[in-house]
């Protein structure tokens, strides 16, 4: 049996730093290029797995979002589906999705015949300009779908 020595060397506290600091990033699995955007695919594959291919109508959703909004951060969207809301014809499920930011889902809002209608104001945070999205689920199994563009600025700057 052989005795090895260790040698040792004090570490500064910029190396100690740099060390941990870059551990940490590699552990979360940070990139340093900054965040990924989704796009219209992503948008498309997760409406063709709610819909499970099925092709989604259009002009029973009415959509209230600003052609331009100078705030990302609160953009303020409405959504009105028109539907009876009664047990026999109802929405179900409205999704809202926005193809231009990191992670593309915004919302889902459910409802019941109780609800009276199937409306939704919010606000929302767009990272860009891009679509909004909006996706309603009836009660029949048939799919609606919406989609406006919203363009962000930036201190009155195109973005």
């Known amino acids: 049996m052989t005795n090895k020595t260790l ?15 870059a551990g940490t990033l590699a552990a979360m699995g940070i990139g340093i290029a900054g965040p990924a955007f989704a796009d219209a695919k992503a948008v498309d594959a997760a409406i063709a797995k709610i819909t499970g291919g099925k092709a989604a109508g259009s002009g029973k959703i009415t959509m209230d979002v600003p052609q331009i909004a100078e705030n990302g951060s609160t953009v303020p969207i409405t959504v009105n589906v028109d539907s009876p809301m ?10 809202v999705w926005a193809d231009g930011n990191p992670s593309p889902e915004v919302a889902s809002f459910h409802f019941t015949p109780m609800s009276g209608k199937a409306y939704v104001s919010t606000r929302i945070r767009l990272a860009k300009t891009q679509n909004v999205v909006t ?7 048939s799919f609606t779908m919406a989609k406006a563009e919203v363009k962000v600025t930036i201190g009155g700057c195109g973005g």
Do not use: P, Y
């Open 7 to 21: 040698e040792t060397r004090q570490v500064s506290r910029r190396e100690l730093f740099s060390l941990f600091g």
């Open 86 to 95: 009664t047990d026999a014809s109802h929405v179900k499920t409205l999704h």
């Open 135 to 141: 996706l309603a689920e009836m009660s029949d199994g």
